[in-house]
């Protein structure tokens, strides 16, 4: 009986001593500006007998980064001035806006909004988000590279396939390839 009652008089004091520590305070996530300039989605479209490559700039975006990690964000892709960087130029970004493809006239931006990271190492992590394309809402997850992260700048890459016809482009399939090469550069500052 002695020693239930020292274990419990025990616990008692532990719990009374660090009722009464000082909280740790959880620093918020500081939030960094995209710099638009330097951020860019690259593309690499692809056929039974070639590819095309390309970019989307970015019009805005701001990611949150708490102790030197990324914890969240969200982006606006400019798709009516997407680029094509072939030979196929003008022509091939002529039939990318229409309707066939990204139908820029009704939709000429698409969000990407992250909802989770989860990083795997110090300089890698699994981003989970929905991109908004088309008016159409999807899941899109994949692995980036945290390349730098300070108090000041921060710079990402990431690369992975996506399946545009999840977005309605279904123009060609079976001649193009559902799967499209997505590389994406961010850089953003606080």
């Known amino acids: 009986m002695k020693k239930l009652f020292l274990a419990l008089a025990a616990i008692v004091v532990a719990a009374g001593i660090y009722s009464f520590a000082p909280a740790t305070t959880v620093k918020p996530a500081d939030a960094y500006t995209v710099d638009v300039k330097n951020s860019k989605v690259e593309f690499v479209g692809s056929k039974t007998d070639g590819y095309h490559p390309g970019y989307f700039s970015l019009k805005s975006g701001e990611i949150s980064v708490a102790a030197g990690k990324l914890t969240g964000g969200q982006f606006v892709i400019d798709l009516a001035n997407l680029k094509v960087t ?61 390349r730098g992260a300070d108090d000041k700048k921060f710079f990402a890459t ?24 997505i590389n994406v550069y961010l850089f953003a500052t606080k």
């Open 86 to 146: 072939d030979g196929a130029g003008e022509r091939l970004e002529g039939h990318l806006k229409a309707k066939d493809f990204f139908d820029v006239i009704n939709f000429g931006t698409a969000t990407y909004q992250i909802t989770g990271v989860k990083y795997t190492g110090d300089k890698t992590a699994d981003i989970e988000g929905k991109l908004t394309l088309r008016g159409v809402t999807a899941p899109v997850k994949f692995a980036a590279v945290i």
């Open 158 to 181: 990431a690369s992975f396939n996506l399946d545009r016809t999840l977005f309605g482009m279904s123009y060609g399939v079976g001649k193009v390839s559902s799967d499209v090469q």
